[in-house]
């Protein structure tokens, strides 16, 4: 298909189309004369893919480049490939201290050995919090961590099921790609748990207040 | 303090600061003559909170005004105060429809009567995910939904054992930052929780491997 058809199946208009070709995120198109490029199934996938990082998953464009790199360039072992798509999803690590409280706290997970770049996210994550007024104890940190070891359990199980698993890339694009799109989804979730826990919670208390009155 | 004060006291840059002041995120100062206000220990507070918000957890400044004013004005009763801090966090309803296939996964988790705006975000990361190639099936939206109600449970336990929520400001503004401002923590621990599980499987083959060559 030509560009005004790519522009036309993705809606993605022909300027940003351009800005991407330029920017190396989407291959270039077949050249069949000197003035027109003809571009293909894979063209409208990479699209696609590209606008539900930046709009969805709120991905920059250097994100974007990692994570497009990383599938295109999968490393050949399993072992090595969870640092790449690590790096992916991570970014450049922020510029934090590890407090040995943090680093307690995971122990107690029975994490250790944590990936470095993870960690200097976490802990410019939780520096965050507390710069809020909000600090995250201990405590609160082990709660969390076993929840989301709860998810990342489902995540690698349901990696391992998954067939496009059995080429290097397609696992890649699975672990990189689908942790990156359904971290919205948990937080969503999570807005969803605290509504209805709370609901349980406050609503059965005041009909146990309405009770008391009567 | 003065502004410059003020601006030394929290690294804001005193253009910054007047920007925030005309958006009404920061109170005025109280002017104790006609080209000079004095400021105190709430606004370096409130200061470090539009910073964290808006550098930290990445909010818009719409956003960060809807968190200020949900904490300068909290609903009297505890029941109205979880809709205004879902409101204050979740922003503007998405233009989604909610699919039936969401609404069941839900209905098996025990919710029901779902806020419709935490709702429309839910669909709308789904259908974000769904663009990339990446469809959340029914099975890991329960999954998900189970480890985030326990993150839900954790927070609601937390807030009532806080001395600082016995007032409505103290309370919102706990459940609307403390929010906020962790769910980058969720995604960092994530991070960390995918690498730990990965490396405790992967490696563990690799040492099976290895025995079985010798």
Redesign the interface.
């Known amino acids: 298909m030509r560009l005004a058809e790519l522009c036309a199946a993705t809606g993605v208009p022909s300027a940003t189309v351009k800005y991407y070709l330029r920017e190396g995120l989407l291959p270039a198109g077949e050249w069949v004369s000197a003035r027109r490029a003809e571009y293909g199934p894979e063209h409208v996938?990479r699209l696609?893919?590209i606008?539900?990082?930046v709009?969805?998953?709120?991905l920059s464009i250097d994100g974007v480049r990692r994570i497009v790199e990383a599938i295109e360039h999968p490393p050949p072992s399993?072992?090595d490939f969870?640092g790449v798509a690590?790096q992916a999803?991570?970014g450049p690590p922020p510029q934090v201290e590890v407090a040995e409280e943090t680093l307690a706290a995971?122990r107690r997970l029975?994490?250790s050995?944590?990936?470095p770049l993870?960690?200097a996210?976490?802990q410019?994550?939780?520096?965050?919090?507390a710069?809020?007024?909000?600090a995250?104890t201990g405590e609160?940190?082990m709660?969390?961590?076993?929840?989301?070891?709860?998810?990342?359990?489902?995540?690698?199980d349901?990696l391992m099921a998954d067939p496009a698993v059995q080429t290097p890339s397609g696992a890649l694009?699975?672990?990189a790609?689908?942790?990156v799109?359904?971290?919205?989804?948990?937080?969503?979730?999570?807005?969803?748990?605290?509504?209805?826990?709370?609901?349980r919670?406050?609503?059965a208390a005041?009909v146990a207040d309405a009770g008391r009155d009567t």
Chains 1, 2 share one sequence.
């Open positions: 996938e696609r893919l606008r539900a990082l709009d969805g998953a709120q399993q072992h969870f690590q999803i991570n995971l029975g994490w050995g944590c990936e993870a960690l996210h976490l410019a994550a939780l520096d965050t919090a710069r809020a007024g909000f995250v609160r940190l709660a969390y961590g076993q929840a989301l070891r709860d998810v990342a359990r489902y995540d690698l349901a694009r699975h672990v790609v689908g942790t799109v359904t971290d919205p989804v948990l937080v969503a979730l999570r807005r969803l748990a605290q509504e209805q826990e709370s609901e919670r406050f609503a005041s």
